[in-house]
């Protein structure tokens, strides 16, 4: 979807949801929820937080037990540990250009972010005015 949005507050709050990660994405959807701008890249901005949490949380607890195998498993642990790395500079750059696109007043979805956002927060198309 790619949508130009020339509101200044929508804008604002959509710029707000990338530089304070969670906790300004969270204001913005409070504050300016009805703006489809600020919306979108609101919620893809907790989407990547949410995601990066719990790749490492996943790794932390699964990498723990793999590590318990005598001999390969903390080996394989610590290999496991590079798709943890991969999915934060991939969600980094995800970020960087979520950024710029907010700052051009474009909602424009990231796949893998948006695929989550929906996950979570439900179609944001289908609550359109």
Do not use: C
Not at 102 to 120: D, K, M, Q, S
């Amino acid at each position: 979807m790619s949508q130009n949005n020339t509101s200044g507050a929508g804008r604002a709050f959509a710029v707000l949801a990338y530089i304070v990660p969670l906790l300004g994405g969270l204001v913005a959807l409070i504050v300016d929820g009805r703006n489809q701008l600020t919306r979108v890249h609101a919620q893809q901005s907790i989407a990547s937080v949410i995601t990066l949490f719990l790749s490492f949380i996943v790794w932390a607890a699964g990498g723990y037990i793999i590590a318990l195998v005598p001999g390969i498993g903390p080996i394989i642990s610590t290999a496991l540990f590079t798709l943890v790395i991969a999915m934060a500079v991939f969600l980094v750059i995800n970020w960087l250009f979520s950024f710029i696109q907010a700052l051009r007043g474009e909602a424009r979805t990231i796949p893998l972010a948006n695929r989550i956002a929906i996950r979570v927060f439900g179609d944001s198309s289908a609550r359109r005015k």
